[in-house]
């Protein structure tokens, strides 16, 4: 398997624009989850993800932010508008159930607000 | 809430040495699972070793190896005979047993292996 994809790699966009942040699990995961990693904050859940359906977005800054899991190959991170403090690594992980406990993580996304 | 603490923003090894990261971390819980990430340069985030709880064995994975002391809440994390590829970010990290499957991060520690 490939891993976690994410994409994209890095992302440079305007304060107000909306970025959609990418990924896509390891095929038969059924956990997926959403992190954020700044400097001061370090790596924070956003959101988590239990078959398709959200069961804990507690750590979604504001409403700003929004994910979706439409199916169980693919979610979308979505931040609109965006914001300079927005400014991140963004990782998606994703583990086989909830009895396994080991989150494969994909490479993040670097998110740049100007 | 729990908590997790990494004291140690940096450290440095000289290659074929012995290193202790440390860890600590707050809970009430009993049940719960302790993990070690490693970060390279590469930004992947990759699962170093994991100790659960209930287990009173400390796990070895290959060089990596932690001394796990539930009562005092400590979790540390030894890499013998360093190489150059263990230079990353390490993070220590915590996951509730049973319900969400959250991991609670520490803020890191960056480890540079010198040759």
């Known amino acids: 398997d490939a891993g976690v994809i994410q994409s994209p790699r890095h992302e440079v966009t305007e304060m107000g624009q909306e970025v959609t942040l990418r990924c896509k699990p390891i095929s038969g995961h059924n956990s997926l989850f959403w992190y954020r990693q700044t400097m001061m904050r370090g790596l924070e859940l956003l959101i988590y993800f239990n078959n398709n359906v959200p069961i804990d977005d507690s750590g979604m800054p504001e409403d700003r932010f929004s994910a979706k899991m439409p199916n169980a190959s693919f979610s979308t991170l979505k931040i609109q508008p965006s914001e300079p403090r927005d400014s991140a690594v963004y990782f998606c992980a994703s583990s086989l159930n909830r009895l396994n406990t080991e989150a494969f993580f994909g490479q993040g996304t670097r998110l740049t607000v100007v | 809430a729990q908590t997790v603490t990494q004291s140690q923003p940096e450290m440095s090894v000289q290659e074929a040495e012995t290193v202790t990261l440390s860890c600590t971390y707050d809970?009430?819980?009993?049940?719960?699972?302790l993990f070690w990430y490693k970060q390279p340069p590469s930004r992947q985030m990759i699962l170093v070793i994991r100790?659960?709880?209930?287990?009173?064995q400390n796990a070895t994975e290959n060089r990596f190896s932690v001394n796990f002391q539930k009562a005092a809440k400590s979790f540390s994390l030894k890499i013998s005979d360093s190489q150059l590829g263990d230079t990353a970010m390490y993070f220590c990290?915590?996951?509730?047993?049973?319900?969400?499957?959250?991991?609670?991060f520490g803020k890191g520690m960056k480890l540079t292996v010198n040759p």
């Open positions: 100790q659960e709880a209930y287990k009173q």
């Open positions: 809970t009430s819980e009993n049940n719960y699972y």
């Open positions: 990290a915590f996951m509730k047993q049973g319900g969400s499957e959250k991991l609670v």
